[in-house]
Structures are given as structure tokens and as C-alpha cells.
């Protein structure tokens, strides 16, 4: 007879669970992984650069908003109604870099003020986004426009109400 600990046989139930809980827990870790990622990698905008180039010194008019009401009508075209703007008055080139991370929403316009511009050329990024590009003559009644908002729908023609 045989002296010494008795043996419990393995059953059914335990066969393979070690490599279950190895795989269970890689799984686990892997979309914790996956989740944080989603959450650090926020859509919501948080600036708007505005990059405008021409005629060196030449003097353009800048009105730029993000406190405003954009909606597209049944014919295509975005109107814009601003509540609350800035205008400045400045020379060629400009560069600026606006907050929209409170309001998601950002409008530029860009018009001459005393004579054409022959060569003008905006461009408005959206974080590192390039979301407007526009190169041409800037003359009366015809200003350079760009609307933004986040998750809305806004077409290329644009009227300022």
C-alpha cells in the first residue's frame, strides 16, 4: 500500500482554464488599452488658425466670431447671424491663432478695405486640420468667408445676415 498524500484526479471543469484566464485577461487588458484611447483622442475642436497672405502691407479688414447661429436653408446656402464679433484692421501678412473650444464654432471673413487685393490667399486649419484653402482677388462685395462648426452641416456659399 502506498503511503503519502492522496491525489485529487483533475476533472473535465479544469482541463485548459489556466490558458482561458491567460487569454481572459490579455482580452481585458488589451480594450482598456483600446478604451483609453478613445477617450484621450477628444473630436471636439480647440482652435482654429487663420494664415493670411498677399500684397505685403496692403490693408484688409478681419471680422472674425465664435458666438454665433449658422443654418443651411432648403437652397444650399449657409446664413450666418453673429451675436458677438471682433473686427480688426490690419496689414498683410496675418497670422492668428483663435480658442473655439468653448464654443466649437468659428467664422472668419476677410474683405478689402480701401482698393482690390490682386493676390490674396486664406487659409483657416481646424487643429491641424486644414479645413479652408482659398486663393484669389479680393474686391468689393465679394469677401473671402469660412464658417466651422462642429458636427453641423455649412456649405461653401455663405450669407451674412
Known amino acids: ?14 482541463v485548459g482554464g489556466e490558458p482561458m484566464k491567460r487569454i481572459a485577461i490579455v482580452l481585458v487588458a488589451v480594450l482598456a488599452v483600446a478604451g483609453c484611447g478613445l477617450l484621450l483622442d ?17 490693408p484688409i479688414r478681419i471680422i ?22 471682433d473686427t480688426v484692421i490690419t496689414t498683410l501678412p496675418y497670422r ?6 468653448e ?5 472668419v471673413e476677410a474683405a478689402r478695405l480701401d482698393n482690390d487685393l490682386r493676390a490674396l490667399h486664406m487659409q483657416v486649419y481646424v487643429d491641424d486640420r ?20 462642429f458636427n453641423q452641416m455649412i456649405t461653401r456659399e455663405i450669407l451674412v445676415i
Open 1 to 14: 500500500m502506498r503511503r503519502g498524500p492522496r491525489r485529487v484526479p483533475r476533472t473535465a471543469s479544469h
Open 130 to 149: 486644414k479645413q479652408f484653402d482659398e486663393s484669389g482677388v479680393l474686391i468689393d462685395g465679394a469677401p473671402f468667408r469660412f464658417v466651422y462648426a
Open 64 to 85: 472674425t466670431s465664435t458666438v454665433f447661429v449658422a443654418a443651411v436653408t432648403e437652397a444650399g446656402q449657409t446664413r450666418v447671424q453673429l451675436f458677438v464679433a
Open 42 to 58: 477628444n473630436p471636439e475642436p480647440r482652435e482654429a488658425r487663420l494664415v493670411i497672405d498677399g500684397e505685403a502691407g496692403k
Open 103 to 107: 464654443d466649437h464654432r468659428y467664422f
Open 96 to 101: 492668428r491663432v483663435y480658442r473655439i473650444d
